[in-house]
């Protein structure tokens, strides 16, 4: 799992609204929030096509395509390691197609710690496109505390939606 998190001093501008919201020894919020050109729908589609955007550094098999998300209650964001074993990251709690997903747990090494969070999608619309904003909040126990998780979380967090943006804009710069 030493992939799955990057060190924050990378850490580059990715978005309009990017930031670690709080942080504390029992827990962390962060958002981020873009604008993408395209229709609400389309967006939405290609979010679920999860492994076609998400960083191959942030898996545990070193292959995003391996990542899927089964977006409906109780359905999974998991990545399949061979035909027989693979990984839950997260657990779908709620789906309201084309404008929020839940998706509750505990992200990359998150998950072997004393901790669960709400990762939440949101989709609406905006004059350019569809707004979409990111929000992970995390509470539990973390030896030395949770807030020193916050950063690498945030620029995670924030590279995903990056991708996103650029998969679905066509950028060829950091998408397939």
Same mark, same amino acid.
């Not at 999974?76 to 509750?104: I, K």
């Not at 669960?116 to 909040?137: H, L, M, Q």
């Given at each position: 799992?030493?992939?799955?998190?990057?060190?924050?001093?990378?850490?580059?501008?990715?978005?309009?609204?990017?930031?670690?919201?709080?942080?504390?020894?029992?827990?962390?919020?962060?958002?981020?929030?873009?604008?993408?050109?395209?229709?609400?729908?389309?967006?939405?589609?290609?979010? @679920?096509?999860? =492994?076609?955007?998400?960083?191959?550094?942030?898996?545990? *098999? +070193?292959?995003?395509?391996?990542?899927?998300? !089964? &977006?409906?209650?109780?359905?999974?964001?998991?990545?399949?390691?061979?035909?027989?074993?693979?990984?839950?990251?997260?657990?779908?709690?709620?789906?309201?197609?084309?404008?929020?997903?839940? @998706?509750?747990? =505990?992200?990359?090494?998150?998950?072997?710690?004393?901790? *669960? +969070?709400?990762?939440?999608?949101?989709?609406? !619309? &905006?004059?350019?496109?569809?707004?979409?904003?990111?929000?992970?909040?995390?509470?539990?126990?973390?030896?030395?505390?949770?807030?020193?998780?916050?950063?690498?979380?945030?620029?995670?967090?924030?590279?995903?939606?990056?991708?996103?943006?650029?998969?679905?804009?066509?950028?060829?710069?950091?998408?397939?």
């Amino acid at each position: 799992m030493s992939r799955t998190f990057v060190l924050a001093a990378l850490l580059l501008p990715l978005s309009a609204v990017a930031e670690v919201v709080d942080a504390g020894p029992a827990g962390f919020k962060v958002e981020h929030e873009v604008v993408i050109a395209a229709e609400r729908a389309e967006v939405w589609q290609a979010a @679920l096509r999860i =492994g076609n955007w998400w960083s191959d550094d942030h898996t545990i *098999s +070193g292959d995003a395509s391996r990542m899927s998300i !089964d &977006a409906r209650p109780l359905g999974c964001f998991c990545e399949m390691l061979s035909p027989e074993d693979g990984v839950v990251h997260l657990t779908v709690t709620t789906v309201s197609t084309n404008s929020m997903l839940r @998706l509750t747990g =505990g992200l990359g090494p998150l998950g072997v710690m004393g901790v *669960s +969070g709400n990762f939440i999608w949101e989709f609406s !619309d &905006a004059e350019t496109g569809t707004r979409v904003k990111f929000a992970y909040a995390v509470g539990g126990y973390y030896e030395g505390g949770l807030e020193t998780m916050a950063e690498p979380v945030d620029y995670v967090i924030g590279e995903a939606l990056r991708l996103l943006k650029e998969h679905v804009e066509g950028d060829e710069t950091g998408s397939d």
